[in-house]
């Protein structure tokens, strides 16, 4: 439709006509065809329904004979007494030879589609058959099998793929005796070919070139009017999972996935259209589809139901055969078409040539006008629309001449006006004296507008006067000695005073300049002036006076254009007088920038190339100026120092930081780093964007030297501090182990020599008991022997036999000498425990048995953990495991232990008299002193080469801020002269010896646990 208005008059008033004629044509046409085409598809869709019908109706009625046949057959008595016999009573019996002659005859009913029959027991085993195969297989899983004997009616299978290859459907019934009984099932192998021959049989039966395909509820052709390699093979591709589950039930053959499957999903849509269950209940199903993947060929569809199987049957016929008469009616009218076309198109050329013959005339005057033949003109002689358009047209062309001669006219004017501007505007820009610039103003516009006389006169707020600074004229007039000239800016009589007090346009006729305004100007004539003031931002500049001998010669837009000239001279005047400004601005700015102290340059934003530099700086560098000059700053940065700058620079161009101000090494020439402050900041132009960046950098150099020397000798000093401080500590952790080792040994030593004096007298003791007992029973039994011989002694002996109670001294003795044996075996078992404990004949590292050094520490503090008047008796808790030799210092390792459990003793008996420890400890209320105090020692071995000593008290425990400071030297909560607080370090030092670890784990109020962990075998770097 675009196109269309591009088309001459002609050809749209023939496309008018073309389309008048034709488009009710074509729409009748249309009509026509589409009434015919729904017609003769309805007709199609009923007879492929009712083919569709009658084929499943003979499908039904094949299905349904079968099933009744094999119901008759199955209730052939010959049958139910062999199934009747006991397993073993069948073999070569009369029963036997009866039902396989029955079924012999059967099969030759119909031998052309019955391939065998089958007799089956209960237990879906073939018993016997007329494939002898088929004898002795158990088929209690197939359906034509299990269904009969669940549902005790016939049964019709699907369509099979058998193991030799042939497509079958089995027809089963229960086999009953006489007294009703299933005894076992009869199955009839079919040829499934039966079934391709029903379908095909009735091809045509909806017309030509109809025919019928046969498919299940899977939607799988079993059986194709046409094509019968398409049996077997889905509508569309199926899931892998199914596909698989039906050849595995003989559903399909076995074939590649790719050979089991068309790709048709129009058809499979059709189909689903299907959602009946029953026959009664479908209603009828028309699609159209393409029903083979090859030529896409449409064709009408109808689908009916089985009423035997969950089939279905399709009966389809190509459109093009049913729609062939509506193809042959379209050919007729297109050739009608034409001819009227050509005919219209005969006429329409003839109608529109007289039509669009004046209207071509006066289309040709008006492009001959517009074309500047201003002299064109109609000659159309008519009295309808045309004639008065062309009319029209003659009376619009003589107007427009005329306008068209005075703008001519005045166009002269405007540009002899805009070449004045564009004149003053480019000396605006090429001349930067203001006083040369007003002087070549006025005399352009003098000579330009052929004026007799203009000047310019300039404000001057210090006096309040408006003084003339050029002027051009026509008369001879030596303008510089009239430079001079002054107005007041409150005349009455100057138009120029006028129009800067108002600043506004000011014009006067036929006026004669007076003796006060100008006196060497009164002789001059004039007819008209014009005083324009000039104003650049709202500021008054001057006013531009503009005189003439001509009375009324200024139009209005003669004084807009001057208006304009007067602004344009104000603006030339301001930039003029600011670039002046700008030009001391930039000689003070260089001064400031080749002398300052410091060091500066100006660098591009683009490529960071160094534009400007300052002695200075090139000083720093050792660089000279025009070297420095083809640098950029990257250049000369140190690497370390690049990325840093870089960063800051961008984030400083794209606006984000307004500057920035980092230390950072520079390189000489000679590449000596040089360290520097800079601060760098951007250079804007009027227009406030960036144009440059401006870097102050300072020499920091000598400072960096100083901060360096210092942090080094802080350094230093620090170390040396640090070194001291180890020193010290470690001299501390030496005087403690000197002192608890001189302690210790003094005591070992102590405790060496008591046990081995108290270990003599013992021993002296402990040996004559025995002899002693052993005379005592000698001397008992000689005096009995005297009482049994002289039963009456003499009165002295009976005396004294009565005074010393001589009976019970005979008793009483024995239990005297078992209580000092007794005495003697337990200083015996101490003397062992301190000599044990001591360890002074074992300086080495040898295998020892934990638990007897934890038994000798404890028989050594037994005194402390029995009950005594003012303590409650302390309940030790030994929970040891199967614990291998450890090798270790047995001394050092009894230390441990004995600090330990010393320091849990103390702890418990704090708790129970009520007089908590030192700060750090937690104290516990009145209800905790009803638990009994108790110590937990466990033992166990916690990895291959580890083993773990716990002791746990539930005494009042300590706060975290204890718990860090527990194994430093000469730390205790204990009172003074109880502790020295050098017990625990000595142990962690000790047990760190053994390459093991000591941890304590304390809450307060609920106790403190001890875990001890030593390897079992050092590792050879352990040294004494």
């Known amino acids: 439709m675009r196109q269309f208005q591009f088309f001459s008059l002609r050809t749209k008033l023939i496309l008018a006509f073309l389309g008048v004629a034709l488009i009710p044509l074509l729409l009748l046409s249309w009509l026509n065809k589409h009434t015919a085409q729904v017609t003769l598809t309805n007709t199609a869709n009923q007879a492929l329904y009712a083919a569709a019908s009658q084929t499943a109706l003979t499908l039904d009625a094949f299905i349904t004979a079968n099933l009744d046949a094999v119901r008759v057959d199955a209730q052939l008595p010959g049958l139910a007494q062999y199934l009747s016999l006991p397993p073993k009573g069948r073999s070569n019996s009369e029963a036997e030879a009866e039902a396989a002659a029955i079924l012999s005859t059967l099969t030759r009913r119909d031998s052309l589609n019955i391939l065998s029959y089958t007799l089956f027991d209960r237990q879906g085993r073939s018993v016997l058959a007329t494939n002898l195969k088929d004898i002795g297989r158990s088929q209690a899983t197939d359906d034509y099998i299990r269904q009969p004997l669940q549902t005790k009616f016939p049964y019709a299978s699907p369509i099979r793929v058998g193991r030799d290859g042939f497509t079958s459907l089995y027809f089963s019934s229960p086999v009953r005796n006489a007294k009703g009984t299933i005894v076992g099932v009869l199955a009839v192998r079919y040829n499934a070919a039966a079934i391709q021959q029903l379908v095909a049989q009735n091809n045509g039966l909806a017309g030509a070139q109809s025919f019928a395909v046969l498919l299940d509820e899977n939607h799988i052709r079993l059986a194709h009017g046409i094509a019968a390699e398409l049996i077997f093979k889905s509508v569309v591709p199926l899931p892998a999972n199914k596909v698989k589950a039906l050849i595995e039930a003989g559903r399909l053959p076995q074939r590649p996935p790719s050979e089991l499957a068309t790709d048709l999903p129009a058809f499979e849509q059709g189909l689903n259209q299907i959602t009946c269950k029953a026959v009664r209940t479908c209603p009828p199903t028309y699609f159209t589809t393409a029903l083979t993947g090859v030529n896409h060929q449409l064709s009408a569809v109808a689908a009916a139901r089985l009423r035997t199987q969950p089939w279905f049957v399709i009966f389809a016929q190509p459109q093009q055969v049913f729609l062939a008469p509506i193809y042959a009616q379209v050919r007729v009218a297109q050739r009608l078409a034409v001819l009227i076309a050509i005919a219209v198109i005969i006429i329409a050329i003839a109608i529109a040539q007289w039509l669009a013959r004046p209207l071509v005339h006066l289309a040709q005057r008006v492009a001959q006008f517009t074309a500047g033949q201003l002299n064109a003109r109609a000659h159309i002689?008519?009295?309808?629309?045309?004639?008065?358009?062309?009319?029209?047209?003659?009376?619009?062309?003589?107007?427009?001449?005329?306008?068209?001669?005075?703008?001519?006219?005045?166009?002269?004017?405007?540009?002899?006006?805009?070449?004045?501007?564009?004149?003053?505007?480019?000396?605006?820009?090429?001349?930067?004296?203001?006083?040369?610039?007003?002087?070549?103003?006025?005399?352009?516009?003098?000579?330009?507008?052929?004026?007799?006389?203009?000047?310019?006169?300039?404000?001057?707020?210090?006096?309040?006067?408006?003084?003339?600074?050029?002027?051009?004229?026509?008369?001879?007039?030596?303008?510089?000695?009239?430079r001079e000239i002054s107005i007041r800016l409150d005349c009455p009589d100057s138009l120029v005073a006028c129009a800067a007090r108002t600043q506004r346009l000011a014009v006067a006729e036929s006026r004669r300049i007076t003796e006060a305004i100008a006196p060497d100007l009164a002789a001059l004539p004039m007819?008209?002036?014009?005083?324009?003031?000039?104003?650049?931002?709202?500021?008054?500049?001057?006013?531009?006076?503009?005189?003439?001998?001509?009375?009324?010669?200024?139009?209005?837009?003669?004084?807009?254009?001057?208006?304009?000239?007067?602004?344009?001279?104000?603006?030339?005047?301001?930039?003029?007088?600011?670039?002046?400004?700008?030009?001391?601005?930039?000689?003070?700015?260089?001064?400031?920038?080749?002398?300052?102290?410091?060091?500066?340059?100006?660098?591009?934003?683009?490529?960071?190339?160094?534009?400007?530099?300052?002695?200075?700086?090139?000083?720093?560098?050792?660089?000279?100026?025009?070297?420095?000059?083809?640098?950029?700053?990257?250049?000369?940065?140190h690497p370390t120092d690049l990325s840093k700058d870089l960063r800051l620079f961008q984030q400083m161009v794209t606006g984000a930081i307004a500057s920035y101000q980092i230390e950072k090494r520079y390189l000489k020439q000679t590449q000596e780093?040089?360290?520097?402050?800079?601060?760098?900041?951007?250079?804007?132009?009027?227009?406030?964007?960036?144009?440059?960046?401006?870097?102050?950098?300072?020499?920091?150099?000598?400072?960096?030297?100083?901060?360096?020397?210092?942090?080094?000798?802080?350094?230093?000093?620090?170390?040396?501090?640090?070194?001291?401080?180890?020193?010290?500590?470690?001299?501390?952790?030496?005087?403690?182990?000197?002192?608890?080792?001189?302690?210790?040994?003094?005591?070992?030593?102590?405790?060496?020599?008591?046990?081995?004096?108290?270990?003599?007298?013992?021993?002296?003791?402990?040996?004559?008991?025995?002899?002693?007992?052993?005379?005592?029973?000698?001397?008992?039994?000689?005096?009995?022997?005297?009482?049994?011989?002289?039963?009456?002694?003499?009165?002295?002996?009976?005396?004294?036999?009565?005074?010393?109670?001589?009976?019970?001294?005979?008793?009483?003795?024995?239990?005297?000498?078992?209580?000092?044996?007794?005495?003697?075996?337990?200083?015996?078992?101490?003397?062992?425990?301190?000599?044990?404990?001591?360890?002074?004949?074992?300086?080495?590292?040898?295998?020892?048995?934990?638990?007897?050094?934890?038994?000798?520490?404890?028989?050594?503090?037994?005194?402390?953990?029995?009950?005594?008047?003012?303590?409650?008796?302390?309940?030790?808790?030994?929970?040891?495991?199967?614990?291998?030799?450890?090798?270790?210092?047995?001394?050092?390792?009894?230390?441990?232990?004995?600090?330990?459990?010393?320091?849990?003793?103390?702890?418990?008996?704090?708790?129970?008299?009520?007089?908590?420890?030192?700060?750090?400890?937690?104290?516990?209320?009145?209800?905790?002193?009803?638990?009994?105090?108790?110590?937990?020692?466990?033992?166990?071995?916690?990895?291959?080469?580890?083993?773990?000593?716990?002791?746990?008290?539930?005494?009042?425990?300590?706060?975290?801020?204890?718990?860090?400071?527990?194994?430093?030297?000469?730390?205790?909560?204990?009172?003074?002269?109880?502790?020295?607080?050098?017990?625990?370090?000595?142990?962690?030092?000790?047990?760190?010896?053994?390459?093991?670890?000591?941890r304590c784990l304390s809450v307060p109020g609920e106790g403190a646990e001890f875990i001890v962990q030593i390897p079992i075998q050092p590792a050879p770097k352990l040294n004494s």
């Open 381 to 482: 002689v008519s009295q309808d629309e045309i004639g008065s358009l062309a009319t029209n047209f003659n009376a619009m062309a003589e107007q427009v001449g005329k306008l068209f001669q005075g703008l001519e006219e005045r166009t002269h004017e405007l540009e002899a006006s805009q070449h004045v501007t564009f004149a003053v505007s480019e000396l605006s820009k090429a001349i930067v004296d203001p006083e040369s610039l007003l002087q070549e103003a006025v005399t352009l516009l003098q000579t330009r507008f052929n004026l007799y006389h203009v000047q310019i006169y300039l404000w001057e707020p210090a006096t309040q006067q408006l003084s003339r600074q050029a002027g051009a004229s026509e008369a001879d007039i030596s303008w510089p000695a009239h």
């Open 673 to 998: 780093v040089v360290w520097a402050n800079l601060t760098a900041t951007l250079i804007r132009d009027q227009q406030g964007g960036a144009s440059y960046s401006l870097g102050m950098i300072e020499n920091i150099t000598e400072r960096k030297r100083a901060e360096a020397a210092l942090r080094q000798s802080e350094t230093q000093y620090r170390e040396k501090a640090q070194q001291l401080q180890e020193a010290l500590h470690e001299l501390q952790q030496t005087q403690a182990q000197l002192v608890q080792s001189e302690k210790m040994s003094s005591l070992g030593q102590l405790v060496a020599g008591v046990a081995h004096e108290i270990n003599n007298p013992i021993n002296f003791i402990y040996g004559n008991l025995t002899h002693a007992k052993q005379y005592l029973q000698d001397l008992f039994k000689l005096l009995h022997l005297y009482q049994t011989h002289y039963p009456h002694p003499a009165p002295a002996i009976q005396t004294t036999t009565q005074e010393i109670d001589l009976e019970f001294v005979g008793e009483d003795f024995d239990r005297i000498l078992a209580s000092m044996q007794v005495g003697a075996e337990r200083i015996r078992q101490i003397v062992l425990s301190l000599r044990n404990f001591s360890r002074l004949d074992e300086a080495e590292m040898k295998p020892v048995d934990i638990h007897q050094g934890l038994d000798n520490t404890l028989v050594i503090l037994q005194n402390q953990l029995k009950p005594r008047p003012g303590h409650l008796g302390i309940e030790v808790i030994k929970e040891y495991g199967q614990l291998p030799l450890v090798n270790c210092y047995a001394g050092q390792l009894n230390q441990v232990f004995m600090n330990l459990l010393t320091n849990a003793i103390d702890a418990l008996e704090a708790r129970c008299t009520h007089q908590p420890l030192q700060a750090g400890v937690a104290l516990v209320d009145q209800d905790a002193l009803v638990t009994p105090p108790k110590i937990w020692i466990s033992t166990a071995v916690v990895e291959p080469n580890q083993v773990m000593i716990r002791v746990v008290d539930n005494g009042p425990g300590m706060t975290e801020r204890t718990r860090q400071r527990l194994f430093d030297p000469f730390f205790t909560t204990k009172e003074v002269g109880k502790g020295t607080g050098l017990g625990l370090s000595i142990s962690y030092q000790i047990v760190e010896k053994h390459q093991g670890q000591l």
């Open 527 to 637: 007819g008209t002036e014009a005083a324009v003031p000039l104003v650049a931002r709202g500021q008054l500049l001057g006013v531009l006076d503009i005189q003439d001998v001509y009375t009324d010669h200024f139009s209005a837009i003669d004084l807009d254009t001057f208006k304009t000239l007067a602004a344009q001279i104000a603006i030339a005047l301001e930039n003029a007088r600011l670039f002046e400004q700008i030009q001391k601005t930039e000689e003070r700015f260089r001064r400031i920038f080749e002398d300052a102290p410091i060091g500066m340059a100006i660098a591009s934003l683009e490529d960071e190339q160094l534009v400007q530099v300052n002695k200075a700086f090139c000083r720093m560098l050792v660089y000279e100026a025009e070297a420095l000059t083809q640098l950029s700053f990257k250049d000369i940065t």
